[in-house]
Each structure stands twice: as structure tokens, then as C-alpha cells.
């Protein structure tokens, strides 16, 4: 058999953070296996389904790598086949037309409310003769379920769950309109699609009930289905947008890797051992459902950002300059030119190291990217430009004229020798020549910064805050 796994979204919005856990649990479990991994755009709701939200599904898939098999499948495209399964079951018994009015299903509700019982349909079209319909009502197709005995699921996750037969109602498959319900559209998409896991949030756990029973009607082989347990806040609450930033494409703009949001999103309900750093290749040769565990997980910022570090300092700085100079331009609000280019990929080495995302990284390395003196980032870094360290810039500026090499090490040898000449300790030197550079009184180590700047730019820089 070959396993084939779906992810499933409704596009009503951005890909949220639980959608993302879903489909990288998804994809992984395919992968793993050997087998595929589909992606369905479940757009039946036409008032609340936009293409800027498939847009933004499909990026923010594309974006972690969770890349799928096959052309993505549109639920709404297939209306018509859910349409034929609907009158199949119709004819062979398994469904019946339903002519009850919209107002009488309310009556029939508010009658149950007061009697204190659940509110269900109460089959009152199962058994009557189609004669018998109103003029003028458009019926709708009802599944006959089963009124007896239990729906049963092996579920991988949650272990085996069970519901009383009698607890479910007929529910409608197709509409008075004629077209389908998501319950029958979703079940009869899988089947086509050769769906056999089923792995979605537990939200979804009822539906499978009822799903499972067009299913049997049908004569359909079971899914396996894996119900995982959803993503909840840090204070244990349901994951929602009061805990922050929830769309994959927040956390890309606010500078995360996806290596590190797949890794983060891969320990959120499944684990391996005390393994908390594993790599793509690790995570597809060990992930199986009897690791994913049935208490809901902790969505926790912080962690996100302490794994998001490793993977900054262990990315290649090639790979780093093409993440982080989108960063440096929007804060630039100008593209980067070549010059600029080649001292952001010399100094990201030693930025990296004490940087948590892109957007930190961007802003230790801007200056950098800027042609002249850059601009000073507060009064702290002001005031270390006094009148005298403004004149000690101008006389060091005349000292490194004389350098005919220009590296880390002779530049050291140069500033410690010019602060012995001029009588000063060496920081009455380095923090107005810092600030000079850079414009902050935080940068990486003030030699290695002369040395990526270049004789040109670090004179031009040490003139301009001079004069």
C-alpha cells in the first residue's frame, strides 16, 4: 500500500501556525513512508473563500518546504462528483430526499430546546414517500445513517473512540441548491484521491463520525485517521490571536528561518527521545504517529527564538545574505548596492553569533550597507562625540593615511600605538571611533569592522564625525 496524506485548508485566511503543525505532520509521515502527500484547497465556501488566502496558503507552504505531490486539488471544482456520488447513494437506498422547510426544521428545533434534548433531525422524511413532498419545495439529500449500535474509530492517535449511533442524525450530503455539503465533499475528495491517513487536528474528531459512516454506505476502504491534539498559548489557553502573531507569514516577516519553524513545529505534540534539534533529514527518517502524544502543546515565543539562534549561527553566510538583505533594504528603504552587498556577506560572521532572527541581524549589519556616515542611533552614542574625540578622529584618520596594509591586526597595532602617542586609554579611542562607524555604541569587534569597511569608507566615515 502506499501511504497518501492531504492537507486540507479552508482559504478564509492566512496559514495559521496549527495548519502549518498539521501539514508538516502530514508531509513528514508521507515522506517517511515513501508515499505522497497532497495538498486540497477546500474553497466550498464561496462568501468567506478569497485567492489572496489560496495566495497565502500556497506561499506560506512553499516557504517552510513542505512542497506537495501533484497538481493542488480544488474542492469546489469537483461540486458536480460530489453531486453524482450523492445521487448514487439516493439511488441505491443509502440516502432519500428531505422536503422539510427551513421553518419547520426551526420549529422542530425550538419543540427539542424545551423539551431539554438534543437538537438533531429527526428523520421525519426517512421513511415517507416522495408523493407525498410539497409543491414547490426543492428537497434536500440526507445520508440514512445507521440509528443503531456505534460508530467505531482505531484512531492512531487518540486510540480507540466510539459514538451511540443514535446520537448522530441523518445530515445532508447535498443541498436544496444542489450543491454539496463540506462533511460529504471532504470524504468523497479522499476516496478520489486515494487518501490513506487521515492526520488533522482533534477539533475534527466528530466529523469523523459522520464522515466514516458515508464511507461504510459507500463500501469505501477506512482511512486510518490520526486526530492530533491542537496548539495551546503559553498561559494553556487555546492558541489564539491574543497570544500574538499567528500566520506563517508574521513569523517569516518578523525574521524567523523556516529550519528553525519546522523544527519548533516538529516538537510541538511529537518527540524523540530529549532530542530538541533535528535537522529535515532526521525528522523524515524518525517521524510516526505512535510519537505524537494526546495532551495539547504549549506555543511558547521564546523557544521559537532561542532554536531560531542556532539556526542563524549555523547557516552558510552566502545562504544568510540573501535572507537578511530584504531586511536591510526595507529598513533602508533603498536596494543595497554591490559594495555594500560584499561587506554584508564579510560581516555577518561576526554578527551572527549574537543575533536571534533576520530582523536583529538586519540591524546589527545596516551600517554596513550605508555609503558615508551613518546616521546616530541615540543620545548615549551622541555624547561620546565631544569636541576632543571629534579632533582624535581627525588625527587617527591622518594615521591610518599611512597604512599600506589594511587588516584586522595591523589596524590593532595602529589604534593602540595612535592612543599611546595621543596619552589615552584605548576606549577614548575605540567607543567615538565606534560610534563614528557604526552610529551605535554596539557593534562587533571595532578592528573587524574597520577592516570590512575598507581604508576609503572608514576614512570617509572618521572625516565626516571629525568635521
Not at 501539514?23 to 515522506?31: E, K, P, S, Y
Not at 506563517?248 to 525574521?255: L, Q
Not at 506555543?299 to 540573501?322: G, V
Not at 596594509?405 to 571611533?433: C, H, M, Y
Request: proline share 5%; aromatic share 8%.
Amino acid at each position: 500500500m502506499t501511504v497518501v496524506t492531504r492537507f486540507a485548508p479552508s482559504p478564509t485566511g492566512f496559514l495559521h501556525i496549527g495548519g502549518a503543525r498539521t501539514a508538516l505532520f502530514n508531509w513528514l509521515f508521507a515522506r517517511h513512508h515513501g508515499g505522497k502527500y497532497r495538498l486540497r484547497i477546500e474553497d466550498t465556501d464561496r462568501a468567506r473563500s478569497t485567492p489572496a488566502a489560496v495566495e497565502a496558503i500556497i506561499d506560506g507552504l512553499s516557504w517552510l518546504g513542505l512542497d506537495w505531490d501533484g497538481d493542488v486539488i480544488y474542492q469546489f471544482q469537483r461540486a458536480e462528483r460530489h453531486a453524482e456520488i450523492a445521487r448514487q447513494m439516493l439511488a441505491e437506498g443509502k440516502a432519500y430526499y428531505c422536503y422539510a422547510s427551513p421553518r419547520e426544521l426551526e420549529e422542530m428545533r425550538d419543540a427539542q430546546r424545551r423539551a431539554g434534548v438534543p437538537t438533531r433531525y429527526d428523520g421525519r422524511w426517512r421513511d415517507r414517500d416522495p408523493k407525498d413532498a410539497p409543491q414547490g419545495v426543492a428537497p434536500v439529500i440526507r445520508l440514512r445513517a445507521p440509528q443503531n449500535g456505534q460508530t467505531v474509530i482505531q484512531d492512531a492517535v487518540q486510540g480507540e473512540v466510539k459514538v451511540e449511533n443514535a446520537q448522530l442524525d441523518d445530515m445532508i450530503l447535498l443541498r436544496a441548491d444542489g450543491t454539496p455539503t463540506y462533511m460529504h465533499a471532504v470524504v468523497v475528495d479522499d476516496h478520489d484521491m486515494g487518501v490513506t491517513h487521515v492526520i488533522r487536528g482533534d477539533d475534527h474528531l466528530n466529523n469523523a463520525f459522520r464522515q466514516l459512516q458515508i464511507i461504510k454506505a459507500m463500501g469505501w476502504p477506512e482511512p486510518v485517521y490520526a486526530h492530533i491534539p491542537l496548539i495551546h498559548g503559553a498561559d494553556g489557553a487555546k492558541l489564539s490571536k491574543r497570544h500574538g502573531a499567528l500566520g506563517v507569514d508574521a513569523y517569516r516577516d518578523m525574521g524567523f528561518l523556516p529550519e528553525a519553524l519546522r523544527n519548533y513545529l516538529l516538537r510541538l505534540g511529537w518527540g524523540h527521545g530529549d532530542d530538541e534539534i533535528i535537522s529535515t533529514k532526521q525528522a523524515i527518517e524518525w517521524f510516526d504517529l505512535p510519537g505524537v502524544g494526546r495532551s495539547p502543546s504549549r506555543f511558547d515565543t521564546a523557544k521559537l527564538t532561542n532554536l531560531n539562534a542556532h539556526y542563524l549561527r549555523e547557516t552558510p553566510d552566502s545562504e544568510l545574505l540573501a535572507l537578511v538583505l530584504p531586511h536591510i533594504e526595507q529598513a533602508l528603504k533603498q536596494p543595497v548596492d554591490l559594495a555594500g552587498r560584499e561587506r554584508i556577506e564579510r560581516g555577518v560572521n561576526g554578527v551572527k553569533q549574537r543575533s536571534r532572527d533576520l530582523k536583529e541581524l538586519a540591524e546589527k549589519l545596516v551600517f554596513y550597507a550605508r555609503d558615508g556616515a551613518p546616521p546616530i542611533a541615540d543620545d548615549k552614542a551622541r555624547a561620546l562625540l565631544t569636541a576632543d574625540s571629534k579632533a582624535l578622529l581627525g588625527r587617527l584618520a591622518g594615521a591610518f593615511a599611512g597604512l599600506t596594509d589594511w587588516n584586522e591586526k595591523v589596524i590593532e597595532d595602529t589604534v593602540r600605538s595612535f592612543a599611546e602617542a595621543e596619552k589615552v586609554k584605548l576606549g577614548q579611542v575605540a567607543q567615538p571611533l565606534r560610534v563614528a562607524l557604526t552610529g551605535s555604541t554596539a557593534s562587533p569587534g571595532i578592528f573587524e569592522v574597520l577592516a570590512i569597511l575598507g581604508p576609503a569608507e572608514a576614512k570617509t566615515r572618521l572625516l565626516a564625525a571629525a568635521g
